[in-house]
């Protein structure tokens, strides 16, 4: 008894240690451990994903290409999203979700049908939420503002399972606390999904050209740039009432771009400059504390913030390989990095 | 029956000599064309004229004839897909494509695809390289391509069909009439190229180890062609030259999974041309209606599209005036009015105003010089004076050199100014000087012609993302481009024995000043050869295109490049000599199998095979 009772208290403290063995095991799980994507949306021709390890010395323009050779990640890159050691890329104009290994890059599966037009996806218990824009009005005056939906994958088949109908636009999604938040730029409302009924919510209007956002400590922040004369803004969205509040910026800081929230402070771009302030502010800061030195033409495509540092991705002019540009939060250039055609993202891969 | 025989010869053997030399054809017997201009005024410039016995060897749509029988690069969105040009390292809104003399590039994107044009709809078509603005406006900055339908006046009766039946199902009805006496002239046809184009892609799996093949790729090109001349007199005469077409195709897919879409687009074209020959004082006049539309859907599943469409009405009055015996010169006014319709820029109208003076001189059998002027008078932009100065100088049997200076431009098209959004309307004219240097070699049976040239090109309009991410085009760039064209023809009898052979090579550089970078898609090198034999009814031929290796992107990245190819095509065809010509022909294109692609994640077909059938009765 004693001896059975001794070997397993020595059992279980083995499998801790050895749990906790793993927990701080540093070692690189594959090539692209330890570092960061940047997702090129690429043009009519393709796009391709960038890596560069976190402290900036190694860089692969092209790792989908490196590692799956001739096989064809799809037209019009917009998104990758996670989900345990693999990685979902979405390849907006191919209709295609490239499932690979986030460690090794090396491709899986595809998910090829249910998609029209997929844009950001999030998961949640073994299934992915992808947005889909569907048909645009442009080309369908009659539906193409209604049609939008989200997809459910089951990412254990990588397939579609359902749709959730949306009546609406929809292009970014965020999971908070079950519940799903999407925006879109002419759509004037943040929809609320519950993935768990499929059943949409009542919505929060918060105007349009609503595009970035993020949640911190319960509140969604959304950033929002309309056309002409109308302010930027950041709206604060309290998820508990679904209250709302904002942060009007001045004239100067218009067609606002980016939001990212990080160690208690927001972080945004204009123009080519990157602004913060914190999370309980009322106020904008036109005082920018980075100001990325694009070429002409130049525009900052994709931002974050993260790991103390600022990251711009240069959109360029769409034909030819751009830049990234990464700074610290003091405003100075830590690296340049030649990545591919219409950077528009950054994914860390820790 | 001499006659006839060297006719015959000439037709066999004579693959893309310089017009110079198809002269003895066309003196044969009385011909019209209709496009005088060409002639008279490109004594100083190169031109490469196919007839109807290259046209009937290549394939039928007009991007397989000028790829293997020219130095003009051509970028192909697939087997019969959207095809465009670069001539001389230019963009393809820089190469015109002109008519029977009529400018027909379109007013919405600026460019000529060259998979909606069946050579066989032709009598000939020919490739007329460096600037020619001053007679055919826009565009005529590379070079222009001339679709030519030659009336004659002479009694005769003939019937041309050829009837093709190839790989992936392709199939085309070819079908020309033509009725003549001394008096009228028509020339009535039709041809019908189609084909369900779902080749295999050579060596290209999916991720799940399927074969990849061509699809959503089907295209049908359609088009009816009558062409009608009177001769009231000695003096005057009167043409009517009208066609119609209809290309219905959908757009091949890059991935298995994108949405499948389609693309309509169709012309109608009608001019009527007056000709008034009063010895010394020539007039010509010309009215012409051009409708132009295309349906794009974004999903071909539903009936839900895009669309634009222009109608022009062109007028022109050419006066010409022999001045003394070596010296003619030629007045041009033209007016043109186009309204443009279309869910991408609205509704707008433009007109367009021009006068030229063309001034021909002939100091002597061996030295001919060419002047011309032009300028356009419009409220759209700002028209530059657009000049052309040319001499050529026959230096014993042996060496012709010829000189050309010309400023030519392009002006912006419906969608670069009326674009919504995006659309500039303060945008001027793309505009370049150009100069070159021909040298042409006769020695017997060989030609050589060596041409030098140099582009200078500025207010290159290019579309740059704006702010608040609204793409619009801007005069941004500026270009040089330099080069060389070689074209070589040789053509021998021994015995019974016919044989001819014809190579084109072009060298370009074309360089995006303030970069440094070759412009993408152009090729540094490209070369084309033919050689071809006939003996009694037995005719064969072999065909040769290496297109040297292009970049895609504007940075000239090395990662990011179509490869080099080089493709070859057999033929042979046996005259059974039923009726007036039966042949029954066999190629075998892409002989050697190359897996290539003109565009990348774009590839061509392997190797495929053709049948045909051509009758004249």
Redesign the interface.
Known sequence: MKLTRLFLVALSASLFVSCSNDDDNNDPKGVYDNGFFILNEGNS??GSVSFASDDLTNFT??IYKTVNG???A??YLQNIFFDGDRAYII?G????INVVNRYTFK?I??V??G??APRYGVVKDGKAYVTNAN?YS???PATGDTDDYIAIIDLATNKVESKIELGATANRILLENNKLYITDSSNDKVLVVNPATKALETPVTIGYDGDSMEVKDGVLYVLRAP?GSNRSEIVKVKLSDKSVTKITFPESLD?AGYLDIYDDKIYYTSNKSVYAITTTATAASTTAIATASLPA?G?IYGFAVNDDKIYIAD?G?????SKAYIYNLSGSLQKELTVG?GPNGFYFNN | MTLKKLFAFYLLLLCQIMSAQSDSITKLKTVVVSDSNLKKYSASQSVLKLNDSVINKNEALLTDLLNFNSSIYFKEYGRGMLSTVAFRGTTSSQTAVIWNGININSQMNGSTDFNTISGSDYNSVSVKAGGGSVIYGSGAVGGTVHLNNDLSFYKRFENNLKLDYGSFNTIGINYKTNISNEKWSAQIGFSKNSSTNDYKYLN?YT?KGEQRWNQNGQYDVFTMSANLGYKFDTKNSLKLYSQTSNTDRNTSL??????KSKYVNGFNRNLLEYDGDFGKFKTNFKTAYIFENYQYY??NS?N???FGKTESFITKADLGYTLFKSTQINGILDYNRTKGFG?GFGDNTREISSAALLVKQDFSKDWKNEFGIRKEFTDNYKSPVLFSLGSSYQFGKLYNLKLNLSRNFRIPTFNDLYWEEGGNPNLKPESSYQAEIGNVFTYKNISLTQTFYYIKITDLLRW??G???IWTPQNTDKVNTYGTETLLSWKKQYGKNYFGANATYAYTVSKDIETDKQL?FVPFNKVTAAVSYSRNNISAYYQFLYNGFVY????N?P??IVDAYMVSNIGIDYDFKFLDSFKLGFQVLNLWNENYES???RPMPGRNFNMYLNLKF
């Open positions: 021709d393709g323009a092209d001739s096989d064809f799809g037209v390849a104009g191919s209709n295609v491709l599966a595809k090829e049908t998609l029209a048909t442009y080309i369908n056309y067609r033409g525009s959109g002019d769409f034909g030819s390989n055609v | 290209q991720w890059i991935t298995e999974t994108e949405t974004a999903d539903t839900q599209y895009t869910s740059v993302p702010n608040g991410g993408f895609t992107q504007a940075d990245d990662n990011k565009l990348e994640n």
